[in-house]
């Protein structure tokens, strides 16, 4: 499949995706929302008692040990929401924009499998807030895909400053090797708070590994970070590493509650 078969694969999907939006959902699911996104996934080894401090009792953190992201226990998930439909494909109440996400694997023994937490967010107010860990901050996003003899390059620019101080930014310039078009994605993210509660994603995406160290992949190009917020200084003590990037040009999601 030619690079332009992929983005009108990808631009079928995302006009599918918001057409059936009233499509009734799964038996025992609610359709919350529909988004069409841009993302980057900062995959993170960080020290495991810094990962504990943000999970429920009884979980202890995990480093999974295969997939895409493999080697890594913390995920920094960069996200612009370019269009969000409520459940009947109407405009959502909140503006779309920017977010930024911290997601965590836990185990407990009394519980099968591997669970997803989201253990923080932050997102330009009003809060939408639906895993009770979120915090108001402010988001600046630059992105830029170029195209010459060299070939694709892409470039992102994020800054995240929560209003309770600090900030998270992130610069990544790199060589496109090249998208694959996955459908039929799902995952089941918990909220560490709240308890038992959890939202079901169903997802189509167009995304490259970029880097992974544990693969022995490397990214060709650069990138950096910086993260001084206070709220998250046992994740980022100086200890952590960048272990994978992964660019997801376009996500299409359906959010779903049990």
Do not use: C
């Amino acid at each position: 499949m030619t690079r332009k078969q992929v983005w009108k694969a990808a631009l079928g999907a995302a006009v599918s995706g918001i057409a059936l939006f009233a499509a009734t959902a799964a038996m025992g699911q609610t359709l919350v929302q529909t988004t069409v996104e841009n993302r980057v996934l900062l995959a993170f080894k960080v020290a495991d008692a810094g990962v504990q401090e943000m999970l429920p009792e009884g979980w202890a953190p995990l480093t999974l040990p295969k997939g895409p992201v493999a080697g890594s226990n913390l995920i920094v998930s960069l996200f612009d929401k370019l269009l969000s439909l409520d459940a009947e494909g109407k405009p959502a109440d909140a503006a779309p924009s920017p977010v930024m996400a911290l997601v965590a694997y836990g185990i407990n023994p009394e519980v099968e499998g591997v669970r997803t937490f989201v253990t923080g967010i932050y997102e330009v107010p009003p809060l939408v807030d639906p895993y009770g860990v979120s915090q108001a901050a402010a988001i600046a996003r630059k992105a830029t895909m170029t195209y010459d003899a060299d070939g694709r390059f892409l470039a992102e620019d994020w800054a995240i400053k929560p209003e309770s101080g600090g900030a998270f930014t992130l610069a990544l310039d790199y060589r496109v090797g090249g998208y694959g078009w996955s459908v039929g994605g799902t995952s089941e993210p918990f909220s560490p708070v709240v308890e038992g509660f959890h939202q079901i994603y169903r997802y189509d995406q167009l995304a490259e590994l970029a880097m992974n160290t544990t693969m022995g992949k490397a990214l060709a190009g650069d990138v950096s970070y910086t993260a001084d917020i206070p709220a998250l200084a046992g994740l980022f003590d100086g200890s952590e590493a960048l272990v994978a990037v992964v660019s997801i040009p376009v996500y299409v999601r359906e959010v779903l509650e049990p």
